[in-house]
């Protein structure tokens, strides 16, 4: 059994599939690693610390070679998997709804390609969750990002020269990512408000200090859907967030944008209008802006100014985390793949139940249901 560990290829990628810490333990099941050289290098982990953890280092092609599991963050281009083994399992976050071309051409490979944002929101696979402990560590980024952007400060001080107050902060999707969002913005001192369309949500928000916003008397009110996320509201209901969150939104100095619905744009949350409401110099960080925005005019991978509000919209934040987003991204991976592991067989055997919501790709089809309905 050989497990493949990729460079990541993508522009601004600078997480790696494994660390030192998995490839011992992927070595410790029997599986010889194989990483390629430098995949660690803008995780800050070198090539001599994965061959002391007992891995080999070569060349992309060496590395694929007989290999029978690949491991990426990202789906790789399929064009530079030349000489990967029909059959052979790739698992990363393949982005299955984004980079559908790149789906077709994995199953034209004879790969088994294995989303794992699709893993199924179950207790047993809470370890095996990217999306959970990307997002967890995106939501205190985001709070720092404003913080960084913003030309005053978080904590109420009184001092000599006189009382600055506290910043007021609005969460709006209060899933993982918003969670953390909270939890740092209250940490570094601010005044933080939230919202969501589950209204389980709302006591998860005051059990960290802060003051949930929710509309309430409206009809199709309940927003949680299958697997905890969230579905797409009535427009009765989304007409009622409006108005509340404009009163709410034009006393904020920071506001954060978590909201998505898997496989759909993420929803609109904050108009133009809205932003033109916001005080000069407040910012807006909207983590939602890879799947279309939740902020009229946030540009991915940049940070614009409308109104006097910055509008913060980076691209894959938790790569600017690398070592800790590493870390966290590698650990599913070798949760995901030990849960599974078979000793006869020598290699991972998977269940139905997670087997059918993760794998995309096999015998040369495309076979997941969410991608074929
Ligand atoms: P997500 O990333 O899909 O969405 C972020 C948040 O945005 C969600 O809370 C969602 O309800 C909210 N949202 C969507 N539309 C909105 C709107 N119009 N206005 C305001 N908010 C809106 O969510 P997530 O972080 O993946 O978490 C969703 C739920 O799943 C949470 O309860 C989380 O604890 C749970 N979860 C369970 C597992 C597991 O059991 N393995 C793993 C991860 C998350």
Same mark, same amino acid.
């Given at each position: 059994?050989?497990?493949?560990?990729?460079?990541?290829?993508? #522009?601004?990628?600078?997480?790696?599939? !494994?660390?030192?810490?998995?490839?011992? +333990?992927?070595?410790?099941?029997?599986?010889?690693?194989?990483?390629?050289?430098?995949?660690?290098?803008?995780?800050?982990?070198?090539?001599?610390?994965?061959?002391? #953890?007992?891995?080999?280092?070569?060349?992309?092609?060496?590395?694929?070679?007989?290999?029978?599991?690949?491991?990426?963050?990202?789906?790789?281009?399929?064009?530079?998997?030349?000489?990967?083994?029909?059959?052979?399992?790739?698992?990363?976050?393949?982005?299955?709804?984004?980079?559908?071309?790149?789906?077709?051409?994995?199953?034209?490979?004879?790969?088994?390609?294995?989303?794992?944002?699709?893993?199924?929101?179950?207790?047993?696979?809470?370890?095996?969750?990217?999306?959970?402990?990307?997002?967890?560590? !995106?939501?205190?980024?985001?709070?720092?990002?404003?913080?960084?952007?913003?030309?005053?400060?978080?904590?109420?001080?009184?001092?000599?020269?006189?009382?600055?107050?506290?910043?007021?902060?609005?969460?709006?999707?209060?899933?993982?990512?918003?969670?953390?969002?909270?939890?740092? #913005?209250?940490?570094?001192?601010?005044?933080?408000?939230?919202?969501?369309?589950?209204?389980?949500? +709302?006591?998860?928000?005051?059990?960290?200090?802060?003051?949930?916003?929710?509309?309430?008397?409206?009809?199709?009110?309940?927003?949680?859907?299958?697997?905890?996320?969230?579905?797409?509201?009535?427009?009765?209901?989304? !007409?009622?967030?409006?108005?509340?969150?404009?009163?709410?939104? #034009?006393?904020?100095?920071?506001?954060?944008?978590?909201?998505?619905?898997?496989?759909?744009?993420?929803?609109?949350?904050?108009?133009?209008?809205?932003?033109?409401?916001?005080?000069?110099?407040?910012?807006?960080?909207?983590?939602?802006?890879?799947?279309?925005?939740?902020?009229?005019?946030?540009?991915?991978?940049?940070?614009?100014?409308?109104?006097?509000?910055?509008?913060?919209?980076?691209?894959?934040?938790?790569?600017?985390?690398?070592?800790?987003?590493? !870390?966290?991204?590698?650990?599913?991976?070798?949760?995901?793949?030990?849960?599974?592991?078979?000793?006869?067989?020598?290699?991972?055997?998977?269940?139905?139940?997670?087997?059918?919501?993760?794998?995309?790709?096999?015998?040369?089809?495309?076979?997941?249901?969410?991608?074929?309905?």
């Amino acid at each position: 059994m050989k497990i493949a560990v990729l460079k990541e290829g993508a #522009a601004g990628e600078r997480r790696v599939s !494994a660390t030192p810490e998995t490839v011992k +333990k992927f070595v410790a099941l029997g599986a010889a690693v194989a990483v390629e050289r430098g995949a660690g290098d803008t995780a800050s982990i070198d090539d001599a610390a994965y061959e002391a #953890a007992g891995a080999t280092t070569g060349a992309r092609g060496d590395v694929l070679v007989d290999a029978d599991i690949v491991l990426g963050v990202q789906g790789p281009d399929p064009a530079s998997l030349t000489g990967i083994k029909p059959g052979a399992w790739l698992a990363a976050g393949l982005n299955p709804f984004g980079a559908r071309d790149r789906v077709d051409a994995y199953a034209a490979l004879g790969i088994e390609a294995l989303a794992m944002e699709f893993m199924p929101r179950i207790t047993r696979a809470q370890s095996m969750d990217i999306l959970s402990s990307q997002s967890n560590l !995106a939501g205190y980024k985001a709070v720092l990002d404003a913080a960084s952007e913003y030309g005053r400060v978080f904590p109420m001080m009184m001092t000599a020269a006189g009382t600055v107050s506290a910043a007021k902060v609005f969460v709006m999707g209060v899933g993982v990512a918003g969670l953390q969002a909270i939890a740092t #913005a209250r940490r570094l001192g601010a005044q933080v408000s939230a919202t969501d369309v589950r209204s389980a949500t +709302k006591e998860q928000i005051q059990s960290l200090g802060a003051k949930p916003i929710f509309v309430e008397n409206v009809a199709g009110i309940e927003g949680e859907g299958s697997g905890g996320y969230a579905t797409e509201m009535s427009d009765e209901y989304k !007409a009622a967030q409006a108005e509340l969150v404009s009163a709410h939104i #034009a006393k904020q100095d920071i506001v954060i944008t978590t909201a998505l619905i898997p496989g759909r744009p993420a929803p609109r949350l904050i108009s133009d209008a809205q932003i033109a409401s916001m005080r000069p110099g407040s910012v807006i960080v909207d983590l939602a802006v890879e799947a279309g925005g939740n902020v009229e005019g946030a540009v991915a991978g940049e940070v614009v100014e409308k109104h006097g509000v910055k509008i913060v919209g980076h691209r894959n934040v938790t790569s600017r985390l690398s070592s800790d987003a590493s !870390a966290l991204f590698a650990r599913n991976l070798y949760n995901f793949l030990s849960a599974f592991w078979d000793k006869e067989a020598g290699k991972p055997v998977l269940d139905e139940e997670i087997g059918d919501a993760i794998r995309l790709t096999q015998g040369g089809k495309v076979v997941n249901a969410r991608l074929l309905s």
